[in-house]
């Protein structure tokens, strides 16, 4: 266990590979940690659990995790997941995929798919997508939101729970940080190659109607008192209304 630790540590002290694809650059990165990931990001990645339990989708709907990982959150669905008519964990980073495939066997309607998250096209529109804690590590993250709404039906779900910094003048009735807290966090997450993002909030509340937006702070685990910010977002795709969106 400690050794594992020690492991994960090390590979975060070291920070992501700059050079390579987007997918290279992620399993040189995670890896030497898939199989440890999920219990060393257990504590700091906040409001996952939260965000699925709120998806309203209903029984035999279709969802769609972007930068699903591990595969970690479909446990969160708990006794709903049985009721789902399919559900794709889609991301890159093949360490993280072949988790998945272990932890997913015995759920026959989990479906696990090695594809970009700005591009991957389901074969039905589905009723929800989600990001967790994955599109800060995206690098065009405008465009797999839009590939998200794009696969959505309309009226589907759209989550997405991760870290952020405000922008310097939110909207009124947005969180503002301090200027050291936005510029503390933009280092400290840039070694692993997440960018939390002051656009992110603005271009998904423009996109999509909301209907919860919770804009909070988490621990740290091992450094006492400091806390970072997180947002947990769901909208729903605009309805098509004589020719506008609605």
């Excluded at 989708?57 to 279709?62: A, E, H």
């Excluded at 996109?207 to 988490?218: A, I, Q, S």
Aim: charged letters at 25%; glycine letters at 8%.
């Amino acid at each position: 266990m400690l050794l594992a630790d020690a492991r994960v540590l090390f590979r975060l002290l070291c920070g992501q590979p700059r050079k390579g694809t987007h997918a290279e650059r992620l399993a040189a990165f995670y890896g030497p940690q898939a199989e440890h990931y999920d219990r060393s990001r257990e504590r700091l990645l906040h409001g996952r659990r939260e965000l699925i339990e709120l998806l309203d989708v209903p029984p035999g709907g279709t969802v769609v995790e972007l930068g699903g990982g591990t595969g970690r959150n479909v446990a969160y669905f708990r006794q709903r997941l049985a009721f789902l008519n399919r559900v794709e964990i889609v991301d890159l980073c093949r360490p993280l995929l072949e988790q998945a495939r272990q932890r997913v066997k015995d759920w026959p309607n989990v479906h696990v798919i090695e594809a970009d998250a700005t591009a991957y096209v389901p074969a039905q529109p589905v009723d929800a997508v989600y990001f967790s804690y994955s599109l800060s590590m995206i690098p065009d993250w405008f465009r797999a939101i839009d590939n998200a709404l794009a696969m959505l039906k309309p009226g589907g779900l759209l989550g997405v729970v991760d870290f952020y910094v405000s922008r310097r003048d939110p909207t009124p009735g947005f969180a503002r940080h301090s200027a050291f807290a936005r510029s503390f966090w933009r280092a400290w997450f840039d070694r692993d190659g997440v960018f939390p993002n002051p656009d992110h909030l603005p271009y998904l509340t423009s996109h999509c109607r909301t209907d919860v937006l919770l804009e909070r702070d988490g621990t740290v685990p091992g450094i006492p008192f400091v806390r970072v910010p997180h947002y947990l977002f769901i909208g729903r795709k605009r309805r098509p209304v004589r020719g506008v969106l609605a």
